[in-house]
């Protein structure tokens, strides 16, 4: 018998020559997780790799009998504990020797709920450091305590004793599970005793920084008991009585961030020095507005910690990284421009629509629907009295103009066509909003040029149980794309045609350069942890602009007639492949990576191909349906 003691050293103890020599090499290559890796809080995970089948016939993990692939890839999804944690790896040769195999890892242990009868306070604010508000902000604070008690903030100097009310129980981040599983989530992660309290800032300054102090009391024993006797009797919780013995107890702590009101810093003028600026709705959070161009100003009213917040209009703010501006001169007024002609120019393969502006504002494009956009420009007032349309552009129906709010001038643009892509940016103050039309003889794919994106290289992207990389595999479906495509008389431009480094924001440049059609990008999927593989895996396809959505749909539909994987789904994803938005683009999950069955179809020509032809029918698919009704 042969067990390896120690993973970290690759340690062999040998019972017996006749042994060594039958699993020699070492039969277990595990691919995920790595030896001592920390996953994900979670209560179950996977672990994959391979076997060597001419010497394995049994594979057992923690007592469960393991698949094993005839190729030798097999994969498990398997109960953990939180802390340190082993699986238990037993590998049975077919004369019946046994090796075993323990590989560690750690699993962090999940938040919970503080005890009744420890009066005992941390900080919870999701503050991302100091912070600056001015008049008219709301300061919301949220506190993790023992549950059941009475809650308060003080701010030294301008408000005391403000309330905070005790929350339901919060259920915590469990994203890789809401997203691309079942989308349960287990009692197990509730945490109760959260609470959050808030206050309307106003006129008044605090002339310096100060933080925010927190009181906790123990409620009386009246207090008590009237909860609990407010309950039904099976819903009773008698763990509130341990409260009693903390009876008249307090607890203060401060807070860690310091908090400035009204200061002297703000409001202040700003510019973008990066070239393609993100807006966000928050700190660190969803985008508002993307491919903001270098020399954009703003006014900056607030900050949290790195994150400063813009005054777009009276009712809109906006987010920016302070590494990705530059404060103006004190004094240096904000943006301000009277919008007075629209102008719309046609060429052969797009329409401009030219606005001159007084400087470069923050401006929003949404698709309200197909054949329908708008365009929103902060800080401009309308004086409008002009639009003068193209009268050779057959695409543009109506532009109609209106002031949606004080300092958002709003663009609506009714086309008789589907939006096929658009492109926006400044040449001096002047906006320029590029609307791309479709390609010449659109329902046939001859001459459309199309850019076709294997992912990953240089890093691997996911690794099958075998040790297949997903770039590899991407790679190879690519490949055999781009034969299906030429056979049309596409013409097709890769981002890469071997397995050389490309950067990720390097590949749409390369479509942008190419002025390209359609933008694919190939990829093979995995999971994070916590998500059971057997249950969700198959094939999809994600877009992120409006436009692409229609692609998408078509090549998911024939990627599920021809490769009778499951369907895993249509997806809006916030990929940087996607959200150029000069063309439609779509990135595909063409099958599970991690799974050794998926695995072997990857490596076989046929399976490729079978890929490919289904994505080039999405393909023709769509361009045939494109004007359609």
Request: with cysteine.
């Amino acid at each position: 018998m042969l067990r390896i003691i120690n993973i970290g050293l690759i340690l062999i103890l040998s019972f017996g020559t006749a042994v060594a020599d039958s699993f020699d090499p070492f039969p277990i290559d595990i691919i995920y997780p790595k030896p001592f890796a920390t996953i994900g809080s979670v209560d179950s995970t996977f672990i994959f790799g391979s076997v060597s089948p001419d010497r394995v016939a049994r594979l057992e993990i923690n007592g469960q009998n393991i698949s094993i692939h005839e190729e030798g890839g097999f994969i498990a999804f398997l109960p953990i504990e939180p802390g340190a944690f082993e699986f238990d790896i037993m590998a049975i040769s077919h004369t019946s020797d046994t090796i075993f195999l323990d590989w560690p890892i750690y699993v962090p242990v999940p938040g919970k709920s503080f005890a009744y009868d420890s009066l005992f306070i941390i900080d919870k604010n999701d503050f991302y450091g100091n912070l600056s508000l001015t008049e008219g902000d709301m300061l919301t604070l949220t506190i993790q305590a023992t549950p059941g008690c009475k809650a308060y903030f003080s701010i030294p100097g301008y408000a005391d004793s403000v309330p905070m009310a005790e929350m339901p129980p919060r259920i915590q981040p469990y994203w890789g599970e809401a997203v691309f599983g079942t989308g349960a989530v287990p009692d197990s992660m509730k945490i109760r005793g959260f609470y959050s309290g808030f206050i309307n800032i106003d006129y008044r300054k605090l002339t310096d920084s100060t933080r925010v102090i927190y009181n906790l009391k123990a409620p009386n024993k009246d207090e008590v008991l009237s909860r609990i006797l407010k309950e039904p009797v099976e819903f009773i919780d008698f763990e509130l009585l341990k409260l009693l013995n903390i009876k008249g107890q307090k607890y203060e702590s401060l807070s860690r961030v310091y908090l400035k009101i009204n200061s002297d810093d703000f409001p202040r003028t700003l510019r973008f020095k990066d070239s393609v600026q993100i807006v966000r709705v928050g700190p660190m959070k969803g985008y508002l507005s993307i491919f903001q161009p270098e020399g954009v100003q703003a006014v900056a009213v607030g900050r949290e910690g790195p994150w400063i917040k813009l005054r777009l209009s009276p009712n809109q703010s906006g987010w920016v990284n302070e590494s990705s501006i530059e404060f103006l001169d004190a004094g240096w007024p904000p943006p301000r421009s009277y919008l007075k002609v629209v102008r719309c120019k046609s060429e052969s393969d797009r329409l401009l629509i030219e606005m001159p502006l007084s400087a470069r504002h923050v401006y929003r494009v949404e698709e309200e629907d197909q054949r329908t956009l708008r365009l929103l420009i902060y800080g401009v007032t309308s004086d409008t009295d002009w639009i003068r349309y193209d009268f050779n552009d057959d695409n543009l129906r109506l532009a109609q103009w209106s002031q949606i709010e004080p300092e958002v001038y709003c663009l609506k643009l009714y086309f008789n066509k589907p939006i096929w892509g658009y492109d926006t940016y400044y040449v001096g103050n002047t906006l320029k909003l590029q609307i791309n039309k479709a390609p010449q003889d659109i329902d046939k794919m001859r001459d459309k040029k199309i850019v076709i994106d294997p992912g990953h290289s240089p890093d691997p992207g996911a690794i099958g149980p075998t040790g297949l990389k997903e770039s590899k595999a991407n790679l190879d479906i690519a490949l055999a794309l781009r034969k299906e495509l030429e056979k049309k008389g596409v013409e097709v431009i890769m981002t890469r045609e071997d397995m050389s480094d490309l950067p990720l924001y390097d590949r749409p440049k390369i479509a942008r350069a190419a002025d390209a059609d359609l933008f694919i990008s190939i990829h093979n999927n995995a999971l994070p942890d916590g998500v059971n593989p057997f249950e969700n895996n198959g094939v999809s396809t994600y877009y992120y602009h409006p436009h692409s959505i229609e692609l998408a749909r078509s090549i998911q539909s024939e990627l599920l007639k021809g490769t009778d994987l499951n369907d895993y789904g249509l997806y809006h994803g916030n990929l940087a492949v996607n959200r150029p938005t000069q063309y439609p683009a779509v990135l595909v999950e063409c099958a599970f990576i991690i799974l050794p069955e998926h695995e072997a179809m990857l490596k076989t020509e046929k399976f490729q191909k079978k890929v490919a032809r289904s994505i080039r029918k999405g393909i023709e698919k769509f361009l045939k349906e494109y004007d359609r009704e």
